[in-house]
């Protein structure tokens, strides 16, 4: 049974055990009470308690995570892991890579991939992305490795893409566009009055002869929002011909999570990860960007 150990702080004296994990843990109330129901659940000092026990100062406190495997086959794939330890995982998921499987992917995604690597090792098989990039968009995906830690880590991590853009994009900026399904289209976005809410900012990095390399950041999280965005301003992704890209330099959208940072669902320690371009996209730009932007 894995669980998660937290010492408590001295604001917390005398609180209940139920306010110490709920406010200092961020423990859910479903995770609570999944875990009151478990034997030794819900442990103080290697006791077993209540949700009304009350804590002191240099308590440590137990709380059990009830497992939650994930159903995709373990199949073995290139993987590469780029940081881990019990609760996280942050990978590079490489293109062409599904993160779930999905009709004509059901054993070639990056859900089968993480489940192989914790089955080969006797872990759990959990698989908990804490968001999801397209299947041909590459970069970095940092994984819970349990229900609790995808709880903490949910809307939490700060991600930083990169993009080569048609046409010169220059200075910075912010697209505010809400987004919607492009009518008569199941999968096809589009800006439009009566969508979601959808905000990019957008950092132009440097201008190559007919593209530009772009820095982004998202304030919401819409399917294909940076894709789309961009093709609204009328710079879309080389690569991307859903959305009007051309593809004689490459043959998928050039996009790439190049870097995230969290703080860790238990530790609360601050972590930063990057990843350069991939060679598709990196080739594409002077020698002198990778010392500069990679």
């Not at 609790?148 to 080569?164: H, Q, T």
């Not at 990019?200 to 919401?220: A, I, N, Q």
């Not at 043959?251 to 609360?268: D, E, K």
Request: net charge neutral; proline share 9%; hydrophobic share 40%.
């Amino acid at each position: 049974m894995k669980a998660v150990e937290f010492t408590v702080p001295p604001a917390y004296e005398g609180a209940s055990l139920k306010g110490f994990l709920r406010g200092f843990a961020g423990c859910s109330a479903r995770l609570l009470t999944a875990a009151k129901r478990m034997p030794d659940g819900l442990l103080r000092n290697g006791i077993p308690a209540t949700a009304r026990t009350p804590v002191s100062a240099g308590d440590t406190v137990r709380l059990a995570i009830p497992a939650s495997p994930c159903s995709a086959k373990p199949v073995f794939l290139p993987l590469t892991v780029v940081w881990e330890d019990a609760s996280v995982l942050v990978v590079e998921k490489p293109a062409e890579m599904p993160a779930y499987p999905c009709p004509g992917h059901d054993r070639d995604t990056l859900a089968n991939a993480v489940c192989a690597l914790l089955a080969e090792r006797g872990e759990e098989p959990e698989y908990h992305p804490i968001y999801r990039l397209d299947r041909d968009t590459t970069g970095l995906v940092v994984v819970g490795k349990d229900s609790f830690a995808a709880s903490r880590l949910s809307g939490a991590v700060e991600k930083e893409y990169r993009a080569l853009c048609t046409g010169a994009v220059v200075g910075e900026g912010i697209c505010d566009g809400p987004i919607g399904l492009l009518p008569g289209h199941t999968i096809q976005r589009c800006v439009r009055p009566d969508g979601e809410r959808a905000v990019t900012h957008w950092r132009s990095l440097m201008v190559v002869d007919g593209f530009s390399l772009v820095s982004f950041r998202l304030e919401t999280g819409r399917t294909h929002q940076i894709r789309v965005h961009m093709a609204a301003a009328g710079h879309p992704l080389l690569g991307d011909d859903m959305y009007g890209g051309p593809v004689s330099l490459v043959t998928r959208q050039a996009l790439h999570c190049a870097r995230v940072s969290f703080l860790h669902p238990v530790t609360q320690k601050q972590l930063s990860f990057s990843s350069p371009l991939p060679p598709d996209l990196s080739s594409l730009l002077p020698l002198d960007a990778a010392k500069r932007f990679l």
